[in-house]
């Protein structure tokens, strides 16, 4: 688990790209290879390290084609829903084409500016 101070672009390695955050809104954006089986993410948000997380995205997010590099894509979200000098956590899920999700990264600490 790892923590960010104020302004800081924040980055934690996933199992298919990285995660950064930045300022308000709390944006989260990372890197992902294509892949067939996977359908979108999720994202939760929660005001505490061990919860209760909610999930915040209220649609499945999906991911946007790069032009500087076709053989990646961008995943974007924005959390308008924060308040400065507060701090939120998040991790995100992966939704796959059957249906099922797993935890795509661990908890990451933003303190929005």
């Known amino acids: 688990m790892t923590s960010w101070k104020t302004g800081m672009m924040a980055m ?3 199992a298919l ?3 950064a955050i930045a ?3 709390a944006v989260l954006s ?3 290879k294509p892949n067939p089986d996977v359908f979108g993410f ?3 948000r929660a005001t505490s390290r061990t ?3 909610l999930r915040v ?3 499945l997010v999906r991911p946007k084609s790069s032009a500087s590099d076709s053989a990646q894509n961008t995943v974007r979200f924005e959390d308008a829903d924060v308040e400065s000098g507060r701090t939120y956590y998040y991790y995100v899920d992966v939704v796959r084409n059957s249906g099922l999700s797993e935890r795509l990264t661990g908890v990451v600490a933003k303190t929005v500016d």
Do not use: C, M, R, T
């Open 30 to 32: 990372w890197q992902i």
């Open 12 to 14: 934690a390695l996933l």
């Open 57 to 59: 995205s209220k649609e």
């Open 51 to 53: 919860g209760p997380f």
């Open 42 to 44: 999720n994202v939760y």
């Open 17 to 19: 790209g990285e995660l």
């Open 23 to 25: 300022a308000k809104p």
